[in-house]
Structures are given as structure tokens and as C-alpha cells.
């Protein structure tokens, strides 16, 4: 049966559970699964097949019998803190940390399950090397110094016939990254390459060019929210979910949602408007149209503290909400009240940017229209407004010189996209370089806590950059679609398993806290310090790791002058409980932009030779009898990372694609039929879930399902992957994936 992603129409079993799942209902888990289940999930297992054999568990000698610690979920982006019931060396069970400004009293099904984490008896137990062919999923157990000895001289013969060019670094965020960024650039190749240009990217820059830094939101004292496809009641961001769903409920919140689909965000606001895609710009510049043409915007705010304003209304002139009505087919009389509405809420109004800016070619500008309309009603640094992001300084050792790279970046994003963060990279464009070998060979890969099989669109060619490498190492904790593929798997310590560096929250006001260790591992996998120590130590670039976990923490604790026994009440620190507002209107307050205003017309995108105000395209549309593709997130998992994780394994075994009932009934498709799905560069086979919830013109499929590695035995198999079908494409100005820009053919078969 095929339980993916339900919307709230057809309210069946899977929307009650997911709800369970969001509001953290300390009984979901035990309700869902039955203490029965629990048990044997945890310590059982029987008859379940294995990756291979199972290393003794180091069972540590003397621990406490029964303890709590306060620590940090490591299950997705959002880092929200937990308190562990741990009885000996097990993790019986993970409680929200009240005290966590952060996440509050939410742990969502992700953050509970991640208990299984740990007890997943597929999970990556030792170093592993590849003994057959690539992909065959053929493997042995090896120790960490044949691992980590491998590692070092397979690099060095890359080295030696490629230069350190020749090796490519990739990771995603975490609180470890910085160990792995560190040992690429001691490495010396430039060829460094992270997540946001799949992510966020686009977002940023637009929000940066604009106001010289990339705001937060004031949800929690916001009175009206217009969210643009950014699905908080399932892709959770904390606290924002947290405060706009709570709010939005009471009332205190009007929660205007666009989404061309009716996700369970849709089901939480107070309007929905079916925009169709790709058209978000439109909606918001006739928003800009209508403040200006009925002078609803804040005039002594944009004379005082912006520049280039009389560009933008000469701009937005012909953007009336008439005009807005062709595009996004949402009536203009709608957009009128909404601006009028926003406008008399303002300055505790705020157009919610999203995470997630990977969609379409133009999304720099989409983010940059969103930041304007936030920009007019001048809710900038306002209590329930936008507020500039305030951190506490931390220390850190200091390192030797870093080499300069020998090369300029394969990706040539210097030139290519000149406002996008260099060392973040541009992984579309990274990929198909490598792949072209253009300007010259890549040949070596270190991969860390990343995913690309499944990041990247067009995982046809994400297959074809790693089976053109000479080298492979994956650092992960279970044997992903990546790993798969690797020649090496370096297994790295659970984030229940480690110390990990403190961090520095600013949401929603600054904060330390720090994940520290629950359990001691239960196999023979180690931190990413450890790992970076290991193979640096072989490759002579032992001088940028001269310490331990425990000595960075305490050089980074040195600067804000604490011990960490500040941590051990409530697992955080604070020396205040609240934001402060308004920090930034004062007088002579310089904005980092050219002119040191906020930049209404933007003179960073001027100078790079950019048009500085959005340019609108309207979107080409299916044609007749195809189907725009939508990807999205799912409330159980994070991207593809834990689908094999068996207790949300259970609550949603596969994907399914959603298709309009209208549609379906002329196509004769019925719930659960099996389709198959094409698009210009691949097909899968997937089953419909026939639903009122989405537009005629598009289909939506759950990100993070079809993984093929063998070694994740729950969920091999199982769904579909979106990246077979998505083609690549990317934003213009900041090269960030542009994900939904794909249009596929459904068959029945
Ligand atoms: N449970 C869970 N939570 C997560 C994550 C996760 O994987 N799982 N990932 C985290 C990360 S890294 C991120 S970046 C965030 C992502 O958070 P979001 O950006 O909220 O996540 P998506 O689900 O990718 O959102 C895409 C939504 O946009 C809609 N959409 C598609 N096209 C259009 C369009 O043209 N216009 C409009 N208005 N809407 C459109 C889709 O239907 C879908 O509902 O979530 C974070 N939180
Ligand atoms: N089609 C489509 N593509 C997308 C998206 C989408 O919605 N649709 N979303 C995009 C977004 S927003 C993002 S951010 C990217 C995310 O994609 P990725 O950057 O690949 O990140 P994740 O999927 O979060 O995690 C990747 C890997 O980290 C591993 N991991 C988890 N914890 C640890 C740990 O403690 N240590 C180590 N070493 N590994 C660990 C997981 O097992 C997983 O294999 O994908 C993007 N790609
Ligand atoms: S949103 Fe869920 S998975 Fe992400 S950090 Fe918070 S509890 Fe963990
Ligand atoms: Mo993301």
C-alpha cells in the first residue's frame, strides 16, 4: 500500500499520525508502535539480513545506570535540543529540552526516532573498503589504519598525476563540517563544494545584496505571514514552525500561504492561493505596485534608510495586481486585500523568504522581490518584523598558514556567478565540469555527510561524475546511495556518540549550546576530528589539527570567558532572554551594502552587471499532456538521509506521486495505481495518489525515496527518486539548482 504524503483531503490514518509526529506528543511513538515494537526494534532485530557481520558492541564498563543528558538532534539542519534518557550504554529515549530557546518543547518524529540511530542494525559499524566493482555493493571489513592508510595513498597518486586540483571536497553542514572544511584547504585544491547551491543559496544573496546581511524572522510577535512554498508545517525550520503553526492556530497569526499544492502548511493558513508555478515574482511585484499606488508603504522608513526607491517605482508601474491575475492566477481583487491587509499589519507583517530557494532560473530576483515588499512596510529590525541575525563570539585555535590552490575552481564560479559565496561553490555547474573534464581532470572525491546521488538533479549524471573518479571516500553513518559507490566508507560516530564543537544559535536570540556525547560508540566508527587527525597525520598536515575536541571547546569557551559547566542545568547558555530590536535605526547606521543603505535598487547586482530591480519572465508552461514536476519534503524524513530508519520506515514505507482527481479520472488512474513517469532525462515507476491538493498542470513527488545501495535494507527499493526525473538547471545569478523546472509524461501501467 502506498501511504506517502497525504494531504489533509482524504483525512485517512496518515494525516492523524503525522500530526502525532509535529506536536511531539511524548505518547506518539509508544502510540504509533506499541511498547512491543519498541522493544524489539531497539534490542531485536531477529531475522533482519545485515550489511555485514556485526563488530562486537564496546560496551563500556562502568557508566551510570540510569542518567540524563542534555544534547543536540543531529537528524537535519535544525539542531534542536533534547534531553536523553540513557540506561548503561543505551539511549532508551530522547525528550524535548524545554529550556532549548531554539526548539522549545518540539521534537518532531525525526528528533524521537533518532533513538533508532544508534540501535540500526544497518547502520555503519566499521571502516569499510571495496572489493568488487564499483557499485556492487561487494565490501570488507577493514581497521581505521588500513582505511585511513588507503585514503592517504590513493590521494597522493591523484596528487602526484593530477595535482591537488584533482581532488574534489564536498560536505554539508554540521557541526563538524569545519574539521573537514579545515583538511581541504590544507590539501591545497580549490575545488571545494557545499550544499547551498542545492539549498539556499539564492535566498541568501538576494537577502544579503539588500540589506547587507541575511535576516531572521520575528514570528513569534508577527500578526501577518505570507509564506511562498515553504512547507513549515512539514520541512521543519525552528522555532519558526514552531511559531507560526502555534500562532497561526490561535489566531494571533494571519498566514497567508501560496503553494500549487494543499500541503499541510495549506491546511494551517488562513488563505491558500493555488499560484501557479513559477510565478511568485509576479504576485509579489503587484504587491509592490499596489503599496506604492495606494501609498500603503512606510514613507519616512524608505527616505530615511533606503536607497534607489523612486527606481522601483518606475519598475513596478505596469505590475498591476490585473496583470499579476495572467500570471499567477490568483484574482487581483485577492492580491489587493492581501497587501492592504499586510500593509495595516505592518510592521509586525513580514513575507517569510522560505529555506529552500532551489526552484527556478530566476529565483535570485524571485527572493529579491519578497525582500522589497519586507523593505516598503519597513518592518526591518521591528519587533514581529525582520531582524538582523546577532551571534556570541566564540574563540578557536589558530592554524598555520593555509596553502594557496594551485588552480582556479573547476566550477569557475568567480566568473560565472561573481555574487555567489566561492566557497560554497556551484554544484550544477561543478558537476557537469567534472564531468567534461573542463579545464581539467577531477579524479578524486572526499565526501562528507552529504548525499549527492540525491541532492543533485539528474542522478543519471550524479552516477556518471562518480564512476569517472579514480577515488572514492564517503564519510557517513549508514551506507546511503553514495556510499554505495564509494571505494572507502569512513564511518563516522552518531551525533548521540560525540562531542561535538559549541555552537552559537541567534535564533531567537543568541545562545550557546553544546552536543555533547550521550553514549560512548557503540561500534568502531569515529568523530570527524578524529578521522581528518587520522588521515592528516599520513599526509603530513598534522599542524592544523594540533588538538583535541576537548581543547577546541575550551579555546572556543575562552572567548566568551565561560567554563562548560555552564551547560550542564539546562544544556544551553545566555546572557539574555530576549532579542533587542531596532539596533540598526539609528542615525549614520552604515548598511554592508555600496550605499550603505538598504538597497531597494541594488547596486551589488549593478556593478556585476545585473539589472539591480527583479526582471519577471513569465515561466514556460507544460504543454498539453505533461505535467510540471514538484518536489518537496516529507514531516518523517530529512532529504533521503533516514527512510531506512524503521520506525519512520513504518509510518511511510514509499513515496507516492500526486496527480489532480480531475486529471486522474480523464487518464482512468486510480488511487495506488502503479504510473510510470518520464521526463527528458529519465523514468520511474511510481504509484498516483489521486487528490483534490494539487493544481491540474503539476504533480508532486516526496523528495528522499528510491534509494538503490543494498545495504539499507529497509529502504531499498521502496518509491521513487525525483533527482531520476529532475534535468539539470540553474538560478542565472547564483548558479543555485533550479529544481522545478522539469516537465514529465504520467503513463498507467
Ligand atoms: N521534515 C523535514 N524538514 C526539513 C527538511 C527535510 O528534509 N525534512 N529539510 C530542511 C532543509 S535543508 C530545508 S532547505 C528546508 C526546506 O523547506 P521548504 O523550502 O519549505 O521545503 P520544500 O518541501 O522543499 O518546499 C517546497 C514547497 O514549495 C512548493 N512549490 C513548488 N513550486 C512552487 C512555486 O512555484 N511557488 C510556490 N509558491 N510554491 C511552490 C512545493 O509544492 C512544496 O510544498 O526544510 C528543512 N526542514
Ligand atoms: N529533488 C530535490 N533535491 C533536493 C532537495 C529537494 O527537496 N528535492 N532538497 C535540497 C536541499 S534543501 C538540500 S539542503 C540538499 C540536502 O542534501 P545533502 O546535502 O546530501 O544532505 P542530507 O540529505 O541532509 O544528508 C546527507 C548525508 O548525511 C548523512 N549523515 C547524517 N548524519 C551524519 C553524521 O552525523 N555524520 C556523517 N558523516 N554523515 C551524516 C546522511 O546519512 C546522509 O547520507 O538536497 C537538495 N536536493
Ligand atoms: S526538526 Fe526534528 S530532525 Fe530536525 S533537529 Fe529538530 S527534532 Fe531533529
Ligand atoms: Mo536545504
Not at 557499485?135 to 592508510?149: F, M, N, P
Not at 532560473?361 to 523593505?375: E, K
Request: charged residues 25%; hydrophobic residues 40%.
Amino acid at each position: 500500500m502506498s501511504t506517502t504524503a497525504r494531504g489533509p483531503i482524504g483525512i485517512g490514518p496518515h494525516t492523524a499520525r503525522r500530526r502525532e509526529g509535529l506536536t511531539l506528543d511524548r505518547r506518539g511513538f509508544l502510540g504509533v508502535f506499541g511498547a512491543g515494537i519498541l522493544g524489539t526494534t531497539l534490542y531485536g532485530c531477529a531475522g533482519r539480513p545485515r550489511l555485514l557481520e556485526v563488530a562486537e558492541s564496546a560496551v563500556p564498563e562502568s557508566t551510570p545506570a540510569s542518567r540524563k543528558v542534555a544534547s543536540i538532534c543531529g537528524n537535519c539542519v535544525n539542531k534542536c535540543g533534547f534531553i536523553a534518557r540513557v540506561e548503561g550504554d543505551r539511549v532508551v529515549k530522547l525528550d524535548p529540552n524545554p529550556h532549548f530557546p531554539k526548539s522549545r518543547s518540539m521534537l518532531c518524529a525525526k528528533g524521537n526516532a533518532g533513538v533508532q540511530v544508534v540501535h540500526d542494525p544497518d547502520r555503519l559499524k566499521h571502516p569499510l573498503i571495496r572489493t568488487g566493482p564499483r557499485g556492487s555493493g561487494q565490501w570488507r571489513k577493514a581497521s581505521w589504519d588500513e582505511a585511513l592508510e588507503l585514503t592517504a595513498r590513493r590521494m597522493m597518486e591523484i596528487k602526484e598525476k593530477y595535482g591537488p586540483h584533482g581532488m574534489l571536497f564536498s560536505s554539508t553542514e554540521g557541526f563538524q563540517e569545519r574539521f573537514f572544511r579545515t583538511f581541504a584547504a590544507a590539501w591545497g585544491s580549490p575545488n571545494v563544494v557545499r550544499h547551498p547551491s542545492l539549498c539556499l543559496a539564492s535566498g541568501n544573496v538576494a537577502f544579503f545584496a539588500t540589506f547587507g546581511t541575511v535576516p531572521e524572522y520575528d514570528l513569534e510577535h508577527c500578526e501577518y505571514v505570507i509564506v511562498s512554498g515553504a512547507n513549515r508545517a512539514e520541512a521543519f525550520v525552528t522555532p519558526d514552525t514552531i511559531d507560526m503553526m502555534t500562532r497561526a492556530r490561535q489566531g494571533k497569526t494571519r498566514l497567508v500561504y501560496l503553494d500549487p499544492r494543499f500541503s499541510v502548511t495549506a491546511s494551517r493558513a488562513g488563505t491558500w492561493l493555488p499560484i501557479r508555478p513559477g510565478t511568485d515574482m509576479a504576485f509579489y511585484l503587484a504587491m509592490l505596485h499596489v503599496l506604492i499606488a495606494d501609498k500603503l508603504y512606510d514613507e519616512a522608513f524608505v527616505r530615511t534608510y533606503t536607497h534607489g526607491f523612486d527606481e522601483l517605482v518606475a519598475h513596478v508601474e505596469p505590475f498591476t495586481p490585473e496583470w499579476a491575475e495572467g500570471e499567477t492566477e490568483i484574482p487581483a481583487r485577492e492580491i489587493r486585500r492581501i497587501t492592504r491587509e499586510f500593509a495595516a499589519a505592518a510592521p509586525r507583517a513580514v513575507v517569510y523568504r522560505g529555506r529552500r530557494s532551489s526552484w527556478y532560473g530566476n529565483d535570485t530576483y524571485m527572493r529579491q522581490a519578497m525582500a522589497l515588499v519586507n523593505v516598503l512596510v519597513g518592518n526591518w529590525d521591528r519587533q514581529g518584523g525582520l531582524v538582523p541575525k546577532e551571534s556570541i563570539a566564540l574563540g578557536k585555535p589558530e592554524l598555520p598558514e593555509l596553502p594557496w590552490p594551485d588552480e582556479e575552481r573547476i566550477d569557475g564560479i568567480e566568473e560565472r556567478h561573481p555574487l555567489a559565496r566561492t566557497e560554497d561553490g556551484a554544484y550544477v555547474d561543478l558537476r557537469q565540469r567534472v564531468l567534461d573534464a573542463r579545464p581539467y581532470p577531477v579524479k578524486g572525491w572526499m565526501i562528507y555527510k552529504q548525499n549527492p546521488l540525491h541532492a543533485l538533479p539528474d542522478r543519471a549524471r550524479t552516477r556518471a561524475m562518480l564512476e569517472q573518479m579514480d577515488f572514492v571516500a564517503v564519510i557517513d553513518i549508514v551506507p546511503s546511495d553514495t556510499a554505495w559507490m564509494a571505494d572507502v566508507i569512513l564511518p563516522e560516530s552518531t551525533y548521540l556518540e560525540r562531542d561535538d564543537p559549541v555552537e552559537g544559535f541567534h535564533q531567537p536570540y543568541p545562545f550557546l549550546a553544546w552536543r555533547r556525547q550521550v553514549i560512548r560508540p557503540h561500534f568502531e566508527t569515529r568523530p570527524c576530528l578524529e578521522i581528518m587527525q587520522g588521515l592528516a597525520a599520513k599526509l603530513g598536515l598534522e599542524s592544523y589539527f594540533d588538538y583535541d575536541i576537548d581543547r577546541y571547546i575550551d579555546l572556543q569557551l575562552a572567548k566568551p570567558g565561560i567554563g562548560r559547566e555552564v551547560f550542564d542545568a539546562t544544556g544551553v547558555w545566555s546572557d539574555r532572554n530576549s532579542r533587542k530590536y531596532g539596533t540598526t535605526l539609528v542615525e549614520d547606521y552604515r548598511f554592508r551594502t555600496p550605499s550603505g543603505k538598504i538597497e531597494v535598487a541594488n547596486e551589488r547586482f549593478r556593478r556585476r552587471g545585473y539589472a539591480p530591480l527583479p526582471v519577471y519572465q513569465s515561466p514556460p508552461q507544460p504543454p498539453r499532456g505533461k505535467f510540471r514536476l514538484l518536489p518537496g519534503k516529507q514531516a518523517y524524513f530529512t532529504h533521503a538521509a533516514n527512510q531506512n530508519n524503521l520506525w519512520l520506515h513504518e509510518l511511510c514505507p514509499e513515496n507516492s506521486l500526486w496527480i489532480n482527481a480531475a486529471v486522474a479520472r480523464e487518464r482512468g488512474i486510480a488511487e495506488g495505481d502503479e504510473l510510470l513517469v518520464r521526463s527528458p532525462v529519465g523514468q520511474v515507476r511510481v504509484r498516483a495518489h489521486v487528490t483534490e491538493g494539487i493544481r491540474k498542470d503539476c504533480v508532486h513527488l516526496p523528495h528522499g525515496f528510491g534509494q538503490r545501495s543494498a545495504g539499507l535494507h529497509q529502504a531499498v527499493g521502496k518509491g521513487a527518486s525525483d533527482q531520476d526525473l529532475i534535468a539539470a538547471a540553474s538560478d542565472v545569478i547564483t548558479g543555485n539548482a533550479a529544481l522545478h523546472e522539469t516537465f514529465v509524461t504520467i503513463e498507467k501501467v
